[in-house]
């Protein structure tokens, strides 16, 4: 095993996935290729979103990634910063969204 779960290599292990399950995986690269289509949002909206997003759920790869095809579809390096920071205030206002379960039982 490796010493980083994170390794640049170690995504290669997906691979795997798509071994043991050709079909569910073709439905989700079909899936994920529809949804960051040209649509109602153009791609590089929905390349920022997909950045803000990856920080939240802490995806390293789709960090690195979607932060390279965002640039690829046009993003500025400060659009991308904004959209990290979008993601940090939402991501912070869920702490303090669920401060409410600490303040609550405090009044038990």
Same mark, same amino acid.
């Given at each position: 095993?490796?010493?980083?779960?994170?390794? &640049?290599?170690?995504?290669?292990?997906?691979? &795997?996935?798509?071994?043991?399950?050709?079909?569910?995986?073709?439905?989700? #690269?079909?899936?994920?290729?529809? !949804?960051?289509?040209?649509?109602? #949002?153009?791609?590089?909206?929905?390349?920022?979103?997909? !950045?803000?997003?990856?920080?939240?759920?802490?995806?390293?790869?789709?960090?690195?990634?979607?932060?390279?095809?965002?640039? &690829?579809?046009?993003?500025?390096?400060?659009?991308?910063?904004?959209?990290?920071? !979008?993601?940090?205030?939402?991501?912070?206002?869920?702490?303090?969204?669920?401060?409410?379960?600490?303040?609550?039982?405090?009044?038990?």
């Amino acid at each position: 095993m490796e010493d980083c779960f994170y390794g &640049k290599k170690a995504i290669e292990k997906a691979g &795997k996935m798509y071994a043991l399950k050709p079909e569910i995986m073709k439905a989700f #690269l079909d899936f994920d290729s529809k !949804v960051f289509a040209e649509g109602s #949002l153009n791609v590089k909206i929905k390349e920022l979103i997909a !950045v803000a997003c990856a920080h939240i759920t802490q995806c390293p790869y789709c960090i690195e990634g979607h932060t390279k095809r965002s640039k &690829k579809a046009g993003a500025t390096p400060e659009e991308i910063a904004e959209a990290i920071f !979008v993601a940090a205030a939402m991501r912070a206002g869920g702490s303090m969204a669920h401060s409410c379960i600490a303040m609550g039982t405090l009044e038990e």
